[in-house]
């Protein structure tokens, strides 16, 4: 009876953890299956989750750790360590990645891992409990409404209407500048904004001003994005 206990133990193990495909999958083709099963994701997501896993398996390749099962908890811990040391968009010159930014590695080096375990890949997540300390934040100063007004009054065209925008609504740069016509929608006053940590689109109400601001904008950029450089980018 304690045989056969041990036999169904194993059985049932084996289910769960997909021995075959651990045993030979390597950190490279199982990258790449996770890139395709992310394929209905925002390209921007794809592209950072891309580019963070590609300096994981380079960095496991340096250590000679071919296959996904081989990957342990101190690889990730060393890969956490090396992060810290580079430098913004590979630049010697720029500053070095923040604790926050490392932090969004380990967790996308995590992620990928759960979506591994969850097929039987491996048999546990060697990036959970891999903590990246991040200090507070220091609050900025922000402007005042006199800053604010002097700071529209010297600006004209498309950079005037980018400042009306963010000063109204709190966009980041980076989500006004993905903005494109189909995003605006005039006759209900709402503006549909990428959120590209949830990989969904946010609905959000903007005030008259705003709305004079993208219909403008709309007739202006022959239907592409709101807010285009002189090469039409």
Known sequence: ALTLAHALAEEILNQEWNVAAATTLTVDRAIEQYRESKSDHAEETRDNMRHI?????????????????????????????????????????????????????????????????????????????????????????????????KLIAACTGVLKDLVLLLVNTGLRIGEALRLKAEDFDRAAGTLRVLNTKGNRYDTMRVNEVVVEVLHRRTLQSGGGHLFQSSTGT
């Open 53 to 149: 896993l590609a300096k994981f398996a380079a960095f496991l390749r340096g250590r000679d750790v071919l296959l996904l099962d081989r990957a342990r908890v101190e690889h990730v811990e060393a890969f956490r360590e090396w992060a810290r040391t580079q430098h913004i968009k590979d630049d010697p010159a720029a500053d070095l990645l923040s604790p926050v930014t490392v932090r969004n590695w380990i967790q996308k080096v995590s992620m990928f891992f759960r979506w591994a375990q969850d097929r039987g890949y491996v048999r546990r997540n060697p990036a959970r409990g891999v903590f990246v300390k991040v200090p507070p934040r220091s609050a900025k100063p922000a402007l005042t409404v006199e800053q604010l007004t």
